[in-house]
């Protein structure tokens, strides 16, 4: 007996030393995530510079009046590049790159900012880079006592070959889990220039960027909700449903004035999953099939290779392909598409999102689908999408920045790091505020801007229902039907071919169990995660293809849901 006890205690001891050896060879991706790895101070702008390049971005109108009410320059701005350690698409080691900007000569405790860029192509034009319009929001928000956190994404920004070689262009996991890393580096650097943080994180983008910041808000809060105080987040323009409403919008216009953005995420899909084609030829027209890959090399802004293709867009793609991803909502493209569509859960800081309702790039009504599925799923107090006037998408974008400025600077602690318009406007005290030139442009201009910061505020803004029965009568309809439809639980994607996530949200009584069956009844093992109280992974990339059901049992009651693998 003491001999067994005695062979059952070195065995045991030697699986521990074993895991221990093992263990000390993986890679700790998860330890070298957001490490810094080299920060240069590229640039310091005076507060007169810094009011030359807001004035020469927005010229006149009602922006640039609003923008020298709400965005005043009080600080010099330095301006850091970094290079910091993530991890690509597939979850290996990389590098990345983005940028810093820091208001000088300022002793209060200091909100992050992260801004989250709209699409580029040019490494150059990364934010990074210090010469495309991007950088422009970083010192503008600096200037005005922030800490603004931009990162170029992967595969964009000059970095010495050491990065992805490929921008994963609308990808939302890598869009997030460079995003996060890019902030734990700005921290790193704020550190060591002895900022003090006060603890909250800002969050926002437009176009692609609005994208990536709700995949950087769903990350963050099923991930890293410890780790990260999201205290509000604004998302503008933002193709979050790329798997039916922007791939509808896109197919009824026969024409695209930016038709490289189609281009851009079939190639950014195919490097990551694979699939797609075998053979350029496969999807690509002659002689689009030989002249549109180089494209995209990083060398050419989105205007320049704009300038190359046609805008009617359906002739540089075959038409049989054309068909599948219209037509088939199973083929290979539609399903990636589904894959990184941004909706199916929950967000539990505040988000808004801006939209205009002229946009010829997206279409608004991904806002009020995402409103629409996020108040489904709980989100009822935390969540609204707001317009924003009869703009054009790019017109739009000033607009959704500064509406994003006050809506951060009512929300913002440690106020006295500036004289804040918002807080004036807000009490309506015009003879104790210290910038009368302020006050009389206010004065000449009161009703547009008490107009415009009425919606931000939102007052009499209008409901989901509103703007879906001026815009989408029969999303209305499935709305309503849709209200108060029980107690259910969802998984997405769904078909999937590797992992699903299993949403319980709605559930309003603990988890007992979990359980997949195949159509036949029986039992099939598959591997889980739990992520936070609301969320559990489930892997099915070892089962055959078909139908599986999903059991959940609560001390309410069961409840089931169907996943197709394929």
């Known amino acids: ?84 350690e993530t991890i690509d698409p597939l979850g290996n080691p990389t590098q990345a790159t983005g940028a810093v900007f820091i208001p000088l000569g300022i002793n209060c405790d200091l909100a992050m900012t992260t801004y989250l860029h709209g699409t580029l192509t040019a490494d150059r034009d ?26 170029d994404y992967l595969g964009l920004g000059e970095n010495n070959g050491q990065g992805l070689s490929y921008h ?7 869009e997030a889990t460079a995003s996060v890393d890019m902030m734990r580096a700005a921290r790193v650097l704020c550190a060591q220039q002895n900022l003090k943080l006060n603890g909250q994180v800002f969050l926002t983008g437009y176009s692609q960027g609005a994208h990536a910041t709700l995949a950087t808000q769903r990350e963050i809060e099923r991930f890293h909700k410890n780790e990260f105080n999201l205290s509000y987040v604004t998302a503008g323009s933002g193709p979050y449903d790329l798997y039916s409403k922007q791939t509808k919008f896109v197919f009824a216009n026969p024409t695209y004035t930016n038709p490289s953005f189609l281009p851009y995420i079939l190639f950014g899909y195919q490097n990551i999953y694979g699939g797609i084609y075998n053979n350029i030829s496969e999807v690509l027209n002659d002689p689009f099939s030989v002249t549109v890959p180089p494209l995209f090399d990083g060398s050419l802004n989105v205007e320049q290779i704009d300038s190359m293709l046609p805008v009617q867009w359906k002739t540089i793609f075959k038409p049989a392909f054309l068909n599948d991803v219209e037509n088939n909502s199973g083929g290979r493209l539609r399903l990636l598409l589904r894959e990184n569509t941004v ?80 807080d004036w406007w807000k009490n309506n005290e015009a003879p104790e505020f210290e910038n009368q030139e302020l006050v009389n442009l206010y004065l000449q201009n009161q009703a547009e801007v008490d107009a415009f910061v009425e919606l931000v505020e939102e007052i009499n803004a209008p409901t989901l229902e509103e703007l879906l029965a001026q815009y989408d009568p029969q999303a209305l309809e499935e709305f309503k039907s849709e209200q108060n439809p029980g107690i259910s639980i969802t998984s997405y994607p769904n078909p999937t071919t590797e992992e ?67």
């Not at 101070?41 to 927005?58: P, S, Y």
């Not at 009869?390 to 929300?411: E, G, M, R, V, W």
């Open 343 to 422: 909706l199916g859960w929950r967000p539990r800081a505040q988000l808004r999102m801006y939209f205009c309702t002229k946009d010829e790039l997206v279409d608004f009504q991904n806002s009020l689908t995402a409103w629409g599925d996020f108040v489904k799923r709980g989100a009822l107090f935390n969540v609204a999408a707001l317009p924003l006037g009869p703009f054009k998408h790019f017109d739009c974008a000033q607009y959704a920045l500064l509406a994003t400025k006050i809506k951060f600077d009512s929300k913002k602690k440690g106020k006295g790091c500036s004289s804040n318009f918002w």
């Open 168 to 174: 994963p262009y609308q990808h939302a996991k890598s």
């Open 500 to 566: 699903v996530t299993l949403d319980l949200s709605s559930l309003e009584t603990p988890v007992k169990s979990v359980q997949v069956f195949d159509l036949q009844g029986a039992s099939v093992q598959v591997l889980s995660e739990t992520v936070g109280e609301d969320f559990m992974i489930l892997d099915f990339r070892n089962l055959k293809k078909g139908f599986y059901i999903i059991k959940v049992t609560t001390e309410a009651g069961t409840y089931q849901n169907k996943v197709i693998v394929h």
């Open 126 to 151: 990364a934010p990074s880079g210090f010469a495309g319009i991007e950088s422009v929001i970083g010192f503008a928000l600096a200037t005005d006592a922030y800490i603004t956190v931009m990162p």
């Open 1 to 84: 007996m003491m001999l067994l006890i005695m062979k059952k205690n070195f065995y045991g001891l030697f699986v521990i030393i074993f895991l221990v050896c093992v263990c000390s060879f993986l890679p700790s991706q998860a330890q070298e995530r957001g490490k810094l790895l080299s920060s240069q101070l590229v640039a310091v702008k005076t507060v007169g510079e810094i009011d030359n390049l807001i004035e020469q971005t927005l010229g006149g109108g009602l922006g640039a009046t609003i923008a020298k009410l709400f965005l005043p320059t009080y600080y010099d701005v330095a301006a850091y590049k970094l290079v910091y």
